[in-house]
């Protein structure tokens, strides 16, 4: 697993031995960041899931200014420590090894707000569903959320003010795009007053 393109470009990532951890491949990061190029640059990243940092580091590659990492697992954790340091990326990135709920909390609690959230959690679990209208609290409006997850989970077409705009699929795995519009909050109310 590489960084494909930007500042880190070709800089090989450390990834997990076993099944516990399941990172994005090369192929469906690319695609993912061809979508959302222009949203990259400048942007305060959230990595959920994180796994290997792959998402987040290759944010900062391309040119976000920062990306804060969330995982629970130790092996995860250690291993997003030791990518951010073979990427020299320490000053761009913070790591939090808790849920994804509780770190939720944390940064609303620290009026920390992102521009730009990677969710990726482990397949079949309902994570995203739960997640969706909690991340409100820290998107600023008109944020990008990206939920990675297997075609067969099937995420809703809208949550709160996060409306899905766009949905990719690469063989299992599933790619949805989701804006933070508050036009957008009560879409069933918007659709009684027609």
Known sequence: MRIVAGEFRGRRLHSPRGLRIRPTTDRVREAVFNIIAAEVPGATVLDLFAGTGALGLEAISRGADRAVFVDRDATAVRLLHTNIS???AEGRARVIHSSAEHALSKLEAERIVFELIFMD??????DLEKLLPQLHKVARNFATAVAEHHVKEILPSACGPWLRIKE?????TAVSFYLNSPVFENPEDMMSEQ
């Open 86 to 88: 073979l990427c020299g």
């Open 121 to 126: 959690p482990p397949y079949g679990k309902g």
């Open 168 to 172: 990719r699929v690469y063989g299992d």
